[in-house]
């Protein structure tokens, strides 16, 4: 006779509170390593190859709307205007034409928040120059490449360091805590569902990343990443969608996806 499959148990079903929220602009100063440089830097030449890289620069503007280009960037990149998102492009968009609107002869803050996706790991790309990440040429303002950057390279191991006194903004990449208590652990997974975008780490360990197009909306949580007692959640999410809740549940869970070639 055929044995029945080993099913590892799991936590049950629970519900977690959203404690506090933050602003990544609020909080720049607490959790990056910054570099100033004449052109933006890479991911690899600041020396931070992996995640999130935020770069920054002051536009005087020399009309009321100023022509905005991304010459060669990787791999996603959302644009910010005095910390309101104008644009979200990704590889095959970046260096379509944006404009910044304002008042001529006052400074405008732009922001640019590039996510690394992902690289390849084998083949004739392993040692491709599109394996390189963040902006690799410039940012265009009317014909000319602007000077004077700060990155702010993103540094998940340092969240203790967060401020969550400082205001969160709506429509920003921002920092949500969850905090829990368990008697047992046991391995479970993350329902992500009405999130859009970003990272998990349980007790400062990074479980993966999300996105609400699918077709997978959950996180498994080891049980190895809980303790009993106190446990910390956050999550960092890029595209201002969030619920004051998250599920604890016991089995993955999946939207359905549909579209060309699926």
């Known amino acids: 006779p055929q044995m ?3 099913v590892k148990s799991s936590l049950s079903e629970r519900t977690l509170e959203l404690t506090k929220k933050t602003s990544l602009f609020g909080n720049l100063n607490k959790i990056v390593q910054v570099t100033e440089s004449l052109y933006p830097q890479t ?3 600041i020396a931070h190859p992996l995640g999130y890289l935020l770069y ?4 005087e ?9 991304i010459i060669d960037a990787r791999d996603r990149v959302q644009v910010y205007a005095d910390d309101q998102l104008i644009a979200t492009q990704y590889q095959e968009e970046i260096g379509q034409d944006l404009f910044l609107n304002g008042k001529k002869k006052t400074i405008t803050n732009l922001k640019l928040l590039i996510e690394n996706m992902g690289r390849v790991n084998y083949g004739h790309k392993l040692l491709a120059d599109t394996q390189r990440k963040g902006i690799r040429t410039g940012v265009c ?3 000319h490449f602007k000077l004077h950057w700060k990155q702010y390279a993103l540094d998940f191991s340092q969240l203790d360091r967060l401020d969550f006194s400082k205001e969160w903004q709506e429509g920003q990449p921002a920092f949500y805590q969850f905090a829990f208590h368990l008697d047992q652990v046991e391995d479970t997974f993350l329902d992500m569902t009405g ?7 349980v007790n400062g360990h990074h479980i993966g990343r999300f996105w609400e197009v699918g077709p997978t909306t959950s996180l498994y949580v080891p049980h190895g990443f809980l303790k009993e007692g106190a446990n910390s959640l956050i999550v960092f999410e890029t595209e201002g969608r969030y619920q004051e809740t998250l599920q604890l549940v016991q089995q993955p869970t999946f ?3 549909k579209g ?3």
Do not use: S, Y
């Open 43 to 45: 991911m690899e030449e």
């Open 141 to 143: 303002i009317d014909l």
């Open 4 to 6: 029945d499959p080993l």
């Open 255 to 257: 939207k359905e996806v």
């Open 56 to 59: 920054e620069t002051e536009v």
């Open 61 to 69: 503007m020399d009309a009321e709307e100023e022509r905005l280009r």
């Open 195 to 201: 999130f859009g975008k970003g990272i998990v780490l």
């Open 260 to 262: 060309e070639n699926l």
